[in-house]
């Protein structure tokens, strides 16, 4: 799978939109984006993915950039629940398997 | 919601022991995971499991390791003699299809995990 690159860290304040970045410059054609993310002390969660279009679902929204080469991750109004690590994983459709590569991802803190 | 579900939530041996982690992955899904997350690491993948047997598996699971769905709902990963090194967080997750499916069928449900700790 192609690399991904994060930041290690963001803060935001509680109920203002945060958006979080994730370079992917080697992402191939096959390559959908996906997020996860993991609340203290629980397993991954879920966020989103998407291919080329932007992509809205009840927990956050996903921008591609137009060159897929990199993407963010916008949450509308962070609550302190919001507070976790994000992941941004590359899965290869045309590939066979089946498992999550989990890089280092953002850690998010939200301020109340 | 359907979710997955893990027991136990922490499990302490000793080196040497056997340890089995039980997994119970949502009812109507097929594929099953196994991963681990050492204190501070990433999530890195051990195995998958789909109609009785191993789809992938890593390097980490080497023969120490083996999974097993002894009926219709539970998943196992067993340990079969712990080392210090082992010791982390272990999550199971499952999902109703296999990456590629489409549809957001093939999105993968994690378990709250079960902390393991060998002493």
């Known amino acids: 799978d192609a690399k991904t690159t994060q930041p290690n860290s963001m803060e935001s304040n509680e109920e203002e939109p945060v958006h979080l970045p994730c370079n992917h410059s080697?992402?191939?054609?096959?390559?959908?984006i996906h997020w996860y993310r993991q609340l203290p002390s629980q397993g991954p969660e879920y966020v989103i993915h998407?291919?080329?279009s932007n992509v809205n679902n009840r927990m956050a929204s996903l921008a591609i950039a137009e060159d897929r080469k990199s993407s963010t991750l916008i949450l509308h109004r962070a609550t302190l629940r919001d507070a976790a690590v994000y992941y941004c994983?590359?899965?290869?459709?045309?590939?066979?398997?089946?498992?999550?590569?989990f890089g280092k991802g953002t850690k998010l803190s939200v301020k109340p | 919601e359907p979710e997955v579900t893990q027991t136990p939530s922490h499990q302490v041996t000793q080196m040497g022991q056997e340890v089995i982690l039980r997994c119970v992955p949502i009812?109507?899904?097929?594929?099953f995971y196994w991963y681990r997350q050492i204190l501070g690491q990433k999530v890195e993948f051990l195995v998958s499991f789909y109609n009785n047997e191993i789809s992938e598996k890593s390097e980490i699971f080497d023969d120490q390791f083996s999974v097993e769905r002894p009926d219709g709902s539970n998943f196992t990963l067993k340990i079969r003699s712990t080392k210090l090194e082992d010791s982390a967080m272990y999550f199971c997750?499952?999902?109703?299809?296999?990456w590629g499916s489409g549809g957001g069928t093939d999105t993968q449900y994690f378990g709250p995990g079960t902390r393991l700790t060998v002493l």
């Open positions: 080697t992402i191939s054609g096959t390559d959908y």
């Open positions: 997750a499952s999902s109703e299809a296999l």
């Open positions: 009812s109507n899904h097929l594929y």
């Open positions: 998407g291919l080329t």
């Open positions: 994983i590359l899965r290869d459709y045309g590939g066979s398997q089946g498992n999550l590569i």
